[in-house]
């Protein structure tokens, strides 16, 4: 067996996919070159990204999947989960292989597992798009930080985009180092850098914040604290809506 490493990227996976059906290889693993550690006696090929060959594997798939069934193909992709590009290569090679539309076919392990994923993804981005807080800087951006079991920033940036048009606002991933800004008129991917002393959960850690942002905040807890009624408390219920790890991203929950 053979490990194909690619960069990373989805672009670098249909890469991968192309050079397979190109060179009809059956006996080829897909990897991270990011991830992979490598056997003592792996024999390991790194493919570079062509997009050309990308985009010509993403126009098949396109003719045989609808935008739904396409966008749980990504989601498998942001899952991020270790060898989760096995079930992706088999899912893909069940559709090129098919003349029917095979995307109801759950008798087929690579379809049912795709469909799994894409519902745990997009539960996940749900999750992201309701419990995302924003605290205003003092350069007038709306910044929020996350961490995402699964990378759905890609997933959530035309939601944000759609609801805030008209402020400038970034949202981090703490996990995995990158964010999505927006400047008004785009949403781009950026990477930033903290002070080691930074607590980023906490405005009065730094001189960052708007100074009206502490009075927000206050405004919220009251908020969140006279509308709850306590003979109606129910934790059980409140966990399996609002998950205890996103707590510390949530105004109200802090403290």
């Given at each position: 067996m053979t490990?194909?490493?690619y960069d990373g990227s989805f672009?670098?996976?249909?890469?991968?996919?192309?050079?397979?059906?190109?060179q009809k290889r059956t006996d080829v693993m897909i990897r991270k070159?990011?991830?992979?550690?490598r056997g003592l006696f792996e024999n390991v090929i790194f493919t570079p990204t062509v997009v050309a060959n990308a985009d010509r594997v993403w126009a098949g798939l396109s003719k045989k999947l609808s935008a739904e069934n396409l966008q749980q193909l990504f989601c498998c992709y942001l899952s991020e989960l270790p060898g989760e590009e096995d079930n992706m290569v088999g899912f893909i090679r069940h559709v090129f292989a098919s003349k029917q539309d095979v995307?109801?076919?759950?008798?087929?392990?690579?379809?049912?597992?795709?469909?799994?994923?894409?519902?745990?993804?997009?539960?996940?981005?749900?999750?992201?798009?309701?419990?995302?807080?924003?605290?205003l800087t003092r350069d007038n951006i709306y910044y929020s930080l996350v961490s995402p079991e699964y990378n759905v920033l890609p997933l959530i940036a035309r939601h944000f985009k759609d609801r805030y048009a008209d402020q400038y606002w970034l949202i981090y991933d703490e996990r995995r180092r990158f964010g999505i800004y927006y400047n008004?008129?785009?949403?781009?991917?950026?990477?930033?850098?903290?002070n080691g002393e930074y607590d980023p959960y906490y405005h009065s850690t730094s001189n960052v914040w708007a100074p009206e942002e502490e009075l927000y905040q206050r405004l919220w807890h009251t908020y969140f604290k006279e509308v709850n009624i306590p003979g109606r408390k129910n934790p059980r219920l409140q966990l399996q809506h609002m998950p205890r790890r996103y707590w510390k991203y949530l105004t109200e929950m802090r403290g």
């Open positions: 490990t194909w490493l672009d670098g996976f249909l890469s991968a996919v192309f050079d397979l059906y190109w070159e990011q991830d992979h550690v995307t109801g076919d759950f008798g087929n392990k690579y379809v049912l597992h795709v469909s799994q994923m894409a519902r745990k993804v997009l539960k996940e981005k749900h999750r992201m798009e309701a419990f995302v807080r924003f605290q008004l008129q785009q949403v781009e991917t950026i990477r930033l850098h903290f």
